[in-house]
Structure formats: C-alpha cells, structure tokens
C-alpha cells in the first residue's frame, strides 16, 4: 500500500504522432517536498493529441487516489485542457467529451485541486516518458529519481563524410532534452561535406582528417585518435562515416555505428547509403530496417546494440526504402547512445547484453 500523502503535485504530457496517429500518456506524481512517487506512460494506440492528453490526466488522478491525496496541484504544456478543465474553454469535440467528463468526476473526489499551463521546456520529463512510450510502443514505469539523473551529459565525438543527417537528429534528442549528451567534437573526412557545414552551422568544434593527408592507415587513424582525445570523448558515433581507421584500445566498444540493414546480412564493405538498399531489393526481402552496433577493425563485423525493422513496399525503390530505413534509425541511433551513458550495455563474447 503507498505511504499516505495530502498534497502531490501532478506534471502530465500526451502526445500524438500524426494528430490522430500513435499516441501515448504520462504522468510524473510528486509529493509535497519534490519526492517522486510515480513516473509512468501509457501507448494508447491510434489517438489525438488532445486524447492523449485526457488520457494521462485520467490515469495520473486514479494513481493518486491510493495515496489518500486531498490536495492536488495539476501542470501540463497543453493550453486547451488547461482552459478546458479551468472552465474556460467549452469542449466541442464528442470524442474529448467522456474524456473531460471522466476527468472532471475523478477531481471531483478531491478537497482542492488547481491546473496550471506550463512551457514544453519545463515538462521535460513527462514530455521524455511520452517519448519512450512512443518509441517503445508499450507501457513504462521510470524508476525514482537518483544522482544518476543529474549526472553531467555523456560527450559525444561524431565521424561524418556526407549529409550529416544522422548528427542532426542527434542534436534534435538534445535540444529537446530527450538525450543527455554533448557533441565534443565533429571529425569530418571530407571538406566538402554537407555535414560539415552543418556542423559549423551549430556551432560545433568541427575537424577535417582526410585519408588522402596521411601515407597510411595507422596515421590517419592516430590522428583521429588525437582529436578525440583532446575533447574528451567518451562515446564515438559514426554517422555516415565511409572511412576504414583502427579502433584504439581506448576506445575498445565505445564506437557505434549505424547500418541500414539488419546485420549480418547486407553488410560489410562496399555495403553503404544506397549499395545496402538495392541489394535488399534485388534479394526480394520484405522486411528491412537497421542496425546499431558497436564497431571493430572488420566492416559490419561489432556486437549487435538495437535493431528496428520497416517493411519492405511493393513498388519501392532504393530512395523510397530509404526513407523508411532512416525513420527507424532516427530512434534507434538515440536509444543506443543511452543506454551507454547509462551504464547499461555489457559486451561479452560479441554479443550485447542490456540490463535492466
């Protein structure tokens, strides 16, 4: 039975990936001297945003009640359900209407409650539970609160030879607070690079180690090496990288990569952008997807981290296919980084166990 509260403060998100599209709720339960209580997210299904929303309101009031909670001071981004619930706003859409009345019976059952509308950027961590839902596609509950979450963000070295796509989402999870990380530093190989500009662009501490400066392979790979280094990596992420260099003991299974394709079938050399992807064409696969794994000295060859998987549509091409393979390594290149700078990525005999 939960130990007996009066007063909590109540932070809830919802959010909807196409507005209706998969959605998911979140509730963060506090008791009056800041202490957690609860943390979860709830994957709804198909739903509006303004569903969503309802939903983790509804399910955060019934997580209260065991509590024996009198009090409740209730925040939330989303300006409408504020208005709503604050009696300022009438609800016009049947589908919100069970919803609010849903709601409105469950505050009911309290002595005093009050709702407030607060900026995304100081919701953070029910905004981060909707996220994980989402991308999970199921429920989760986040453990308390520990030192572990003011730890300071995990410095990132990023390798690029073209568009920079994948350091650009990378910096997208951490401006909105969805990655606790740091871009120390940017190794492009190429000085034309699209990435490479983009980079500057950002503001980052931007490099360029050509293979074409160096006689060999062992001084280009020193080279980087030092530039790493000097910034204080602690994880080193390929994104787009198209250069063979020899992984230093230093960084012995902190090297990731990103393969668009679900290893071991359809990589090693010659296998990259769209190589990969008419190759799971010609094949007549119906299923693709990609693969974040650790790097070694043989192309493709490192421990398996995450797979995500798309289908594989009649009439796809190369292009097409990527553009599908790319929305999955959009959240699967950030989970990697994560449970990292979390502690939870054991490697043995080449294999990746994630704890718990």
Known sequence: MPQSTEHVTIYIDGGSRGNPGPAAAAFVLKDKKGTQL??????????????AEYTAIIKALEAAKPFGVKEAAIYSDSELLVRQLGGRYKVKSENIA?????????????????????PREKNKQADKLVNQALDLKKDIEAAPETATE?????RLGVLISGGGTT??????YIKKGRLNAEVAVVISSRSNAAGFEKAKKAGLNVKIIRTKDFPDIDQFSERIEEELAAANVELVIQGGW??????????????MNIHPALL???????????????????????????????CTNEYDKGAIIIQRCC???????????????FEQECIAYPQAIKLFADGKLVVRDNRVIIKS
């Open 311 to 325: 289908p594989v549509m009649e009439g796809d091409g190369p292009a097409t296919l990527a553009e599908r393979v």
């Open 242 to 255: 198209l250069c063979m260099w020899k992984i230093p003991q230093r960084y012995e299974n902190k090297v």
């Open 38 to 51: 609860l943390a979860r997210a709830f994957f709804i299904g198909k739903a509006t945003n303004n569903a």
């Open 98 to 118: 069970p919803l609010f009345q849903q709601a409105t019976e469950l505050l009911s059952e309290f002595a005093k409650w009050q709702i407030h509308h607060i």
């Open 150 to 154: 003011n730890r300071p963000p995990i």
């Open 167 to 172: 350091l650009m989402n990378i910096l997208d």
């Open 264 to 294: 071991p079938s359809f990589g090693g050399k010659g296998m990259w952008g769209h190589h990969v992807h008419e190759a799971v064409l010609d094949a007549g696969c119906k299923v693709s997807g990609c693969t974040v794994h650790f």
